[in-house]
């Protein structure tokens, strides 16, 4: 950890008023690379977790630890909105879009704060702590017992038929499940006679809840739904278990609690109240690499197939409360998805295993999980990404000037084998920065067998063409990939500014699933994207989802004026006059002139549709208008719009000429 940034705040511990296990020692915090870290010591291994709820993360600490919370919230700003301290935690409340990566360390607790436009996977462990950890492997009480049978993660063996001796056994009570609304959002009552291990978890476009019972349970009621979103809801049935797979629409998650011995599943637009799971990198008693998941009362690992992803996936199901993995992480040999409660788990090793611990979940493989230099489990990223690459919040952190010089140089004296990479990074950094010509002109140099068949050109000179405003030829470049679905969602923004809304609505919803895995500025800029086009095929109720999404992601208090045109024309559609204006009035009082134009052609839209203000005075204001901003889809809008004007004008007026005319020749 880099000595620049880094606070040490001391905390004092009365002697015999808590427990050696809970007496913390120290807290440091780091504000370098881009993230903040809290790292919080302890006498003992920590066998605590940290808890997400409402937004709000709570660290356990010692009651006598004395905690500068004012600082710590100064060094904080842009991480967290408060800082508390009370008798049992240090409570954190989160910015908007800042996400807790945890990782428990022996007897310590490091706690990265994420921001909204971290991209990749999250940070690791310090070197130093790995090596503790590997020279403690020996004597830790967690390692995984060679002599104890782990579960394999393989497919079922076919059950050999033979007769029972003994009398059948009970079958379970069936279940019915119930269909009630809470706060205006449809949730699912799951009355079970006891107590239940669930995991839930969301790939793609669809919630997977799945259930540790062999219980019949009937979801007729589903299909009756009111709302429709969970009419089509489908039941599957596990090797030893049950599964419900929903679809959900953009911007919709679920969280799962108890109620009685029962379950109930809330979707709509909730807030998460998972725990954060830990997950600890340790080595076996024989000095294999390992991974170790902190999650008591863990049930059991069940198999699913996913029909969306094709994936294979191992859910292992654990009992309430809520504790789940608020990130996904990739590593060489598996991949934890993001979860609300349980684990999700893809293996990407045939001969990986899982073994249920009393207190938590361990992850091997016979000769070890592969290790990466520095003595961690490897993690990869996704090797399709190319705009999801951390590199791009590096290219945006780094002082320009600098950066450019350096890749430049980089790019000049590269081998022929290296071009390529010092290209793609020269030509990445300037994409990051917003710099489209720039991009275009490294991309066009490369060779004609680069230029013409590597996808990472075509994905990157594609964006260019995209901030270049030229739209259409950027749907064209992206058009053969297809199978990326992060060149999927680029393109999809290209359509929907080239005017065609249809084509992008089913390009997004190609890649929606890799929406999470752009930068952010590429994420803002496909949902302003499919919004447009949500507004201009009239799909309301996705327009409403989409802005929504929008606004959570938009600094308290203010709102980007091309957003707020956007806004207007929602609240429009919805009736909400009122709302409406105040965000035309917004962006027409900003210093963006192309959003305050925009504002100006929306403004004689909805007064024209609310019937206040006529033909003559609407296409004075248009005339106005396209004499003062030329050059854009604005002004296209505004004539196609004082044309029609003109058009329903015309009749009238020929009929006001040609009336007396006509009353003339009827005079005898």
């Not at 800042?98 to 999250?122: C, H, R, Y």
């Not at 109930?264 to 998941?293: C, H, K, N, P």
């Not at 004007?645 to 006509?662: G, K, W, Y």
Request: net charge neutral; proline share 6%.
């Amino acid at each position: 950890m880099a000595r620049a940034g880094l606070l040490v705040l001391a905390v004092a511990a009365c002697a015999g008023a808590v427990n050696a296990e809970e007496r913390g020692r120290a807290i440091a915090l780091s504000t370098d690379g881009g993230f903040a870290r809290l790292v919080v010591a302890y006498r003992q291994e920590v066998k605590t977790a940290p808890e997400l709820v409402g937004g709000v993360l709570a660290i356990p600490m010692p009651r006598a630890a004395a905690v500068p919370v004012d600082q710590l919230q100064r060094r904080l700003a842009g991480y967290v909105r408060a800082a508390e301290r009370d008798r049992e935690a240090l409570r954190l409340t989160l910015a908007p879009g800042v996400t807790a990566n945890v990782m428990a360390a022996g007897e310590k607790l490091f706690v990265d704060l994420l921001p909204q436009s971290w991209i990749g996977l999250p940070p690791s462990l310090p070197p130093s702590v790995i090596d503790a950890l590997a020279r403690k492997a020996g004597q830790r009480s967690r390692a995984i017992v060679q002599a104890r049978p782990s579960v394999p993660v393989a497919p079922p063996v076919a059950p050999v038929a033979i007769t029972p001796s003994m009398p059948k056994s009970i079958a379970p009570a069936p279940v019915t499940a119930e269909v009630v609304h809470e706060n205006d959002s449809p949730a699912i009552l799951l009355p079970f006679a006891t107590p239940t291990n669930v995991a839930l978890f969301r790939l793609g476009d669809a919630l997977w809840l799945v259930l540790d019972t062999r219980s019949a349970i009937d979801i007729s009621a589903l299909g009756r739904d009111s709302s429709r979103r969970l009419r089509d809801a489908e039941l599957v049935d596990l090797a030893g278990g049950r599964a419900l797979r929903i679809p959900l629409r953009q911007g919709e998650s679920a969280e799962i609690a108890a109620r009685g011995t029962g379950l109930v599943l809330a979707i709509g637009e909730t807030t998460a109240t998972s725990r954060v799971l830990l997950l600890d990198r340790q080595l076996t008693r024989d000095g294999l690499a390992s991974a170790f998941v902190l999650l008591t009362g863990a049930g059991r690992a069940l198999r699913l197939h996913d029909p969306g992803s094709g994936e294979e996936i191992i859910a292992v199901t654990a009992a309430l409360p809520a504790r789940g993995l608020p990130r996904e992480q990739s590593f060489i040999d598996f991949r934890l998805l993001q979860s609300s409660h349980g684990l999700a788990l893809v293996p990407r090793a045939d001969d990986l295993s899982i073994e249920i611990m009393a207190d938590g979940i361990a992850i091997t493989r016979p000769g070890g999980l592969r290790l990466t230099g520095d003595g961690t489990v490897a993690s990869i990223p996704p090797d399709t990404q190319i705009y999801g690459a951390l590199s791009w919040q590096v290219d945006r952190a780094a002082r320009f000037r600098q950066r450019e010089a350096e890749l430049t140089a980089a790019l000049a004296v590269a081998a022929s084998d290296e071009q390529r990479a010092a290209r793609l990074a020269l030509a990445r950094f300037y994409l990051a920065n917003g710099l489209g010509a720039e991009a275009k002109g490294i991309l066009d140099a490369a060779s004609e067998q680069e230029a013409t068949r590597d996808p990472a050109i075509f994905k990157l000179r594609g964006l260019a063409l995209l901030l270049l405003g030229r739209p259409g030829e950027a749907a064209d470049e992206l058009a053969g990939l297809a199978g990326s679905s992060e060149a999927t969602l680029i393109r999809s923004a290209a359509l929907a500014d080239a005017g065609r809304f249809a084509e992008a609505r089913e390009a997004y919803r190609a890649g929606a699933s890799a929406l999470a895995t752009l930068p952010a500025l590429l994420q803002r800029m496909v949902r302003m994207a499919m919004l447009h086009a949500a507004i201009e095929l009239d799909q309301v109720d996705e327009a409403n989802v989409l802005l929504h999404a929008l606004e959570s992601r938009e600094p308290p208090g203010t709102i980007e004026p091309h957003l707020a045109v956007l806004a207007a024309r929602v609240a429009g559609r919805l009736g909400r006059a009122v709302d409406a204006e105040k965000f035309l009035s917004i962006a027409e009082r900003s210093r963006d002139e192309a959003a305050a134009a925009e504002a100006r052609l929306r403004r004689v839209e909805l007064a024209m549709a609310a019937n206040q203000l006529d033909r003559v005075r609407a296409a004075e204001r248009l005339r106005a208008l396209v004499q003062s901003w030329r050059g854009d889809a604005t002004e296209v809008a505004a004539r196609r719009l004082l044309e029609k004007i003109q058009a329903a004008e015309a009749p009238s007026r020929s009929s006001a000429v040609n009336r007396p005319l006509r009353e003339a020749a009827a005079i005898p």
